[in-house]
């Protein structure tokens, strides 16, 4: 019954298409044009890709700091390491750089050696004040050698954080407005303001100006990634049609394949600016992807149409099968590459639910526009001539087909131990993975900012902000003695960790003003004592200027004070060590009772998104797996035939795990995305397969054998067609200069190539060994959905 509406409904579908093809064009471009009044609300995150859900425990803890402190991420760092920077001519033009900064609307402050100021006893009024080390500007050499050996030998409350004394590197903190950080302004002043005004004074200065924080990282990448969209949708196009052609030889079919991948394209933009998403590091995979996806669909209808009008001469009959026979095909295999996808709208992340649900649609959305526009452009177009269907009698391919049997026939035993053997290597090579993240480390390696950003790394310790907050569960509970005893304690224990950046808190402001009550004497840069705390608190209760100090490190109720440091740029896995040191020494120090102590920052929230999106995408391909499994139970009602569809579907998936952990390429957000997209493209190639086999066996009557071959010989070319198109496609993306971009390209590619090779040789030499367990009509039941249905020569 079921059979009989299928075959039904093609064939209606198929007079729709036919009978209304001026309508069906006009609605397209109509469509297409309304998409494109869509686009104008694309837009690139201003905000970090935040990889954990909103409501997540790491999430929650991170909002309650900025609620508190205000946002952390909107330091930008300029630095020089160059002994020449230390003359009077330089330095004031260095400080001049600094104090035209200030005057920008964007900038809430900056700091430059200039605004370096001594805390400064004042005995009379019992409080202290501030002074500049550089009253006006510098006038001789001797003021500088002064002023460096006050720096450098005198105030360690300012050591390591503008510059380095063991190298005398130097740097100014510019702190961007906590209220444009997340928007589109801060992306316009870097860009127009900070980036040429940089460059300028650089080159007038003769100096090599580094320029590094969060706020200028983000603006670049984004820079990067907007970019790299259209040189890979153009990369994406040249590479599929001229594989095309080399398959095809005609400049025609090239043609229409590029029109409907093109308008695909557009589609999908115009899906994301409708939805009003923004464009992320995923969703600028989107559209080179459908291009790639896209193809394969072309190939199968245009290769099925011209085998048509070779067979029999009738256009009419043969688009008409076209969409009654491929149509239906193409359908079930772009479901389930669109569920393959669409398994990433299950998770709890944004980032990955956006990626699934505008990568299923624009799937849909190209099968769709396939199968509409290809035969009815093809109607218009005059009959193929002899030299469009040459490509079907290549003896290449017939070679290719040839071997495919033969190995099958004659070699199952060699085929079986190789896939055993590739197994057990893969196996080996799968415990050698290494799970880990890494903010820099798919960023664009011969770029200036990810050079810059090692710069500071190993001059200051660091770029990724970690903050430790603590609640003393009392208002004023900061300025306690024994609270900033814990706290020091703790800023020991992170100075001895070499991956993390000197710690700064209002610990250290404490200090100074004791320093500052002894006169300057640098041996008192330590905690007072009890009876010294009274003292030296009346002169700061005293001191306006020291309150503004305070603001950064404590809030205004004094409950809560928070604890800054800088890190490395280091994979998840030692991250996690850190963070689990840490919080040893925390609770040690904190009982819970008396003190909330709460590990954040830009730096924690990465690790723990890394962590989270590994986990997410493990269970995403789990259930891309059961949801294809399930799709072959109900097409093929065959638990068998689920076991042995997804052998050569998965060993691909091993092998390309095993890859990864011989060559040592971990498992990051970027890479855990190829096992989900392969499999579910991957399995397309069995759906085909199986049920042309299955159609096999039907018309040589149950016999096993040469339903096989004549499966292998009918799905053979088409699937090396598709996979070539797909390896060269997905290489495409090697074109990145994001690390993971690169990777994300070259092991699809890899896994597809060798999900081709299983399909063509494990699976047919499976079914042939199998033959009396699975191939009989108890087992082998009709299909609830007729994939392919019978030839008739009688259709219309």
């Not at 906590?178 to 127009?192: L, Q, Y």
């Not at 990724?464 to 706290?487: N, Q």
């Not at 840069?525 to 001191?543: D, G, M, R, V």
Request: glycine share 4%; charged share 20%.
């Amino acid at each position: 019954m079921l059979k009989l509406f299928t075959k039904h409904f093609w064939d209606v579908v198929a007079r729709l298409i036919l009978r209304n093809k001026i309508g069906i064009l006009v609605s397209i471009v109509a469509i297409t044009v309304l998409f494109s009044t869509q686009w104008k609300n694309m837009r690139f995150s201003n905000t970090e890709a935040n990889l954990l859900p909103d409501d997540h425990e790491v999430n929650v803890k991170y909002n309650e700091f900025l609620n508190i402190f205000g946002e952390e991420g909107n330091l930008i760092i300029l630095g020089v390491k160059d002994s020449t920077l230390l003359t009077v001519e330089k330095l004031n033009a260095w400080n001049n750089l600094a104090q035209d900064f200030k005057k920008y609307d964007e900038v809430e402050t900056v700091v430059s050696v200039k605004d370096l100021q001594k805390l400064v006893k004042d005995t009379t009024h019992e409080k202290f004040t501030l002074e500049p080390f550089i009253k006006d500007s510098i006038s001789s050499i001797e003021q500088i050698e002064s002023l460096e050996y006050e720096l450098f030998n005198k105030y360690p409350f300012y050591d390591n954080v503008l510059f380095n004394k063991e190298t005398k590197t130097i740097r100014t903190a510019i702190y961007l407005k906590k209220d444009i950080v997340n928007t589109s302004i801060r992306k316009d002043f870097v860009a127009n303001t900070l980036e040429p005004t940089v460059r300028a004074f650089s080159e007038a200065n003769n100096l090599n100006v580094r320029i590094s924080g969060m706020p200028y990282i983000r603006t670049l990448n984004a820079q990067v990634i907007v970019s790299e969209i259209g040189w890979f949708v153009g990369a994406a196009l040249l590479v599929t049609s001229v594989i095309f052609f080399f398959f095809f030889r005609s400049f025609r079919a090239t043609f229409i394949s590029l029109i409907v991948v093109s308008i695909g394209v557009m589609w999908t933009l115009g899906i994301l600016g409708t939805l009003n998403y923004e464009i992320t590091v995923l969703t600028a995979l989107i559209p080179p992807l459908i291009i790639v996806i896209g193809i394969p669909n072309c190939i199968f209808l245009i290769n099925k149409y011209q085998n048509e009008v070779k067979k029999h001469g009738n256009k009419v009959k043969s688009l008409q099968r076209v969409i009654t026979k491929i149509g239906n095909a193409t359908l079930m295999t772009n479901i389930t590459t669109a569920s393959g996808f669409a398994t990433f709208i299950l998770t709890e992340s944004t980032l990955l639910k956006e990626f699934g649900i505008v990568a299923s649609l624009s799937i849909l959305a190209i099968f769709v526009l396939c199968l509409l526009i290809i035969p009815i452009i093809y109607t218009f177009l005059p009959f193929p001539k002899d030299r469009h269907l040459e490509h079907l009698n290549k003896r290449w391919i017939g070679g290719f087909v040839d071997w495919m049997e033969r190995m099958v026939k004659q070699e199952r035993i060699a085929i079986y131990c190789t896939g055993l053997v590739l197994l057990i290597v893969s196996i080996i090579g799968i415990y050698q993975i290494k799970i880990t993240g890494s903010l820099i480390e798919d960023m664009p390696q011969d770029s200036d900012f990810v050079s810059d950003i090692r710069f500071f790394e190993k001059e200051f310790n660091g770029i990724m902000p970690v903050e430790i907050m603590i609640d003393t569960k009392r208002k004023k509970g900061v300025m306690k003695l024994a609270t900033l005893k814990r706290m020091d304690e703790l800023q020991e224990v992170i100075n001895e960790i070499p991956e993390l950046s000197k710690p700064i808190s209002v610990v250290d402001l404490v200090k100074y003003s004791k320093q500052a009550y002894y006169n300057g004497n640098t041996k008192y840069y330590q905690l007072p004592t009890s009876q010294e705390n009274s003292f030296i608190l009346s002169y700061a209760k005293n001191s306006s200027s020291n309150v503004d100090l305070l603001k950064n490190f404590v809030d205004s109720t004094g409950q809560y004070a928070r604890i800054t440091t800088f890190m490395k740029d280091i994979g998840t896995e030692k991250m996690e060590r850190i963070e689990e040191n840490l919080q040893t020494k925390i609770d040690k120090l904190f009982p819970g009772e008396r003190y909330t102590v709460t590990m954040t920052g830009k730096a924690v929230v990465f690790q723990k998104g890394t962590k989270y999106l590994v986990k997410n995408l493990v269970i995403s391909l789990s259930l891309a797996i059961i949801l294809i499994a399930l799709f072959m139970a109900y097409m093929f009602r065959s638990f068998r035939m689920i076991i042995i569809s997804l052998i050569p579907n998965l060993l691909p998936l091993l092998v390309t795990a095993g890859l990864m952990g011989y060559l040592g390429v971990p498992i990051k957000p970027s890479t855990i995305l190829v096992f989900s997209i392969a499999f579910g493209i991957s399995v397309d190639d069995t759906i085909h397969f199986l049920a042309k086999y299955r159609q096999e066996l039907q018309a040589r009557h149950w016999k096993i054998k040469p339903s096989v071959y004549g499966a292998l010989r009918e799905t053979g070319v088409s699937m090396f067609y598709t996979s070539i198109v797909l390896f060269f496609g997905f290489s495409v993306f090697t074109i990145s200069s994001f690390g993971g971009t690169v990777a994300l390209g070259a092991l699809v590619s890899t896994t597809l190539l060798f999900a081709m090779l299983s399909n063509l040789l494990l699976l047919p030499s499976l079914l042939l060994s199998l033959e009396r367990s699975i191939a009989n009509k108890e087992v082998l039941k009709e299909p609830s959905i007729n994939i392919i249905p019978e030839e008739d020569d009688n259709d219309e």
